[in-house]
């Protein structure tokens, strides 16, 4: 018996098909199941785990986030609440999930769309792995990241946002002011002094009563280290993460 893997699927796969994804909430001490349709949907499950389901399997053991296109996001930011999959669709990470069977899912073969392009199923698959890995900001330096995160969202940035995949912040805690160095993660093509001569722009405009920015780097996502992606926080207001309440 075939496998899902050898059947063509694979991590990114675009299912159009109309599926329902429910989750459960407490309304006036009972519990109540609300229920959401979309009609387009991303493979989130491994490759490994695809290979390993056969076609024929009942069990629920892929699964899918639904694929949105209304009000996308501006940036193709890989650590982002909101993850561009290709133009104008995206997926949420607080959108609800749907678990369905291998058979289920070979069953919509014939609506499979056209899959992701190889750079942006590494970005999906690295966006992903950080969903589940990211640090939170500290709490007294939650005021610096916002004023950064903001800097970044306006400005000479909205002219060139389409060519950065991310900006990421580093902070050095113990310093008075805090001290922060900004990274610029860019396509290959993309000019680096262009976003270099951008982050200082940012840098000069952001209020130095919260701390400063003490270096600028630019790199393309070859060049942007394991090390960097695990230790730096997003300046992207709808995905930091605070070590106290969720930013409104």
Not at 195 to 223: C, E, K, P
Request: charged share 25%; aromatic share 6%; net charge negative.
């Amino acid at each position: 018996m075939s496998d899902l893997h050898t059947e063509g699927w694979r991590q990114g796969s675009i299912v159009v098909r109309k599926l329902t994804a429910s989750y459960l909430k407490t309304l006036d001490g009972r519990i109540e199941e609300v229920s959401t349709s979309y009609s387009r949907w991303v493979v989130c499950t491994q490759d490994c785990d695809l290979r390993s389901s056969r076609i024929d399997s009942n069990v629920p053991l892929v699964e899918l986030r639904p694929v949105l296109d209304a009000d996308p996001p501006s940036d193709w930011g890989i650590r982002s609440r909101r993850f561009l999959l290709a133009e104008g669709a995206y997926v949420d990470a607080d959108a609800p999930r749907c678990f369905v069977t291998p058979a289920l899912l070979n069953m919509t073969s014939p609506e499979r769309d056209s899959a992701l392009d190889d750079a942006r199923t590494r970005a999906f698959k690295t966006w992903l792995g950080l969903r589940y890995d990211r640090p939170a900001v500290p709490e007294h330096l939650a005021d610096l990241a916002r004023e950064i995160a903001k800097r970044c969202s306006g400005g000479r940035g909205q002219a060139i946002s389409k060519d950065v995949h991310d900006v990421l912040m580093q902070f050095e805690e113990d310093t008075q002011p805090a001290r922060v160095a900004l990274f610029g993660v860019i396509e290959d093509e993309t000019d680096p002094e262009a976003v270099r001569l951008w982050l200082a722009d940012v840098a000069t405009r952001v209020n130095t009563t919260l701390g400063v920015v003490a270096s600028i780097d630019v790199g393309t996502r070859s060049q942007t280290s394991l090390e960097l992606l695990e230790t730096s926080y997003s300046a992207d207001l709808s995905q930091l993460t605070w070590r106290s309440n969720r930013p409104v």
